[in-house]
């Protein structure tokens, strides 16, 4: 049986002020629902994803702010910090950490700066709504293997599509230096590599 995680509640004080800022991150209203005086439910969804974010009035038993270490993946995190600064998000400065492997909570072992590598799943800024729930921003160029249905190739918005086609058009660069030739058939090696990265599966060379 399929489980898939769609909705994430966070608590917040002041429902009016998160669906304000919320709202002008650019993150789709989907409603915002009062029932009665005592219980409200808003419900928001960052641009692209397929779960979506509910707050109100007694949704949840947590205190205003204790939501911590939310994801949202990103494919350019340098660009993602400057929208939400513009957004007065007021983001973190990009960071990757110390192990190299996830990140450490809170602000231990935060090394400025993206990836020296700039791998996939290494690069991380920070952002807190006014309440002080955190949420983190990972960017995720290619899939380890086994995280997406290699029949299914999907792209969550126009920057992303154009960010993977940037990253075929650059490895198909590499490919006809390599064999010396110029391939007529690169809309077919742009597709196949595209699939390939997204599934995590091997990348045609």
């Not at 779960?51 to 939501?67: D, E």
């Not at 390599?178 to 699939?195: C, F, I, L, S």
């Amino acid at each position: 049986m399929d489980m898939k995680l769609e909705v994430v509640v966070i608590p917040v004080a002041d429902v009016d002020r998160a669906k304000d800022f919320y709202t002008g991150l650019g993150w789709r209203l989907d409603a915002d629902v009062p029932v009665g005086e005592d219980f409200r439910v808003v419900q928001v969804t960052p641009p692209g994803s397929p779960a979506s974010v509910i707050f109100g009035t007694s949704v949840t038993a947590q205190a205003p702010g204790t939501a911590q270490g939310l994801h949202l993946i990103v494919s350019d995190i340098e660009a993602a910090h400057d929208e939400l600064k513009r957004a007065g998000a007021e983001p973190s400065d990009v960071f990757h950490d110390a192990g190299g492997v996830f990140h450490h909570g809170g602000i231990d072992a935060r090394v400025p700066g993206p990836d020296p590598e700039r791998g996939s799943y290494g690069s991380f800024l920070s952002f807190s709504d006014p309440d002080g729930n955190g949420w983190i921003l990972q960017e995720i160029t290619t899939r380890l293997p086994g995280r997406l249905d290699p029949s299914v190739t999907a792209y969550s918005s126009a920057p992303d599509l154009a960010a993977a086609l940037r990253r075929a058009a650059a490895a198909h660069g590499e490919h006809e230096a390599r064999t010396g030739a110029e391939d007529p058939d690169w809309p077919d090696w742009y597709a196949r590599y595209m699939v390939s990265e997204q599934a995590g599966s091997e990348l045609p060379t």
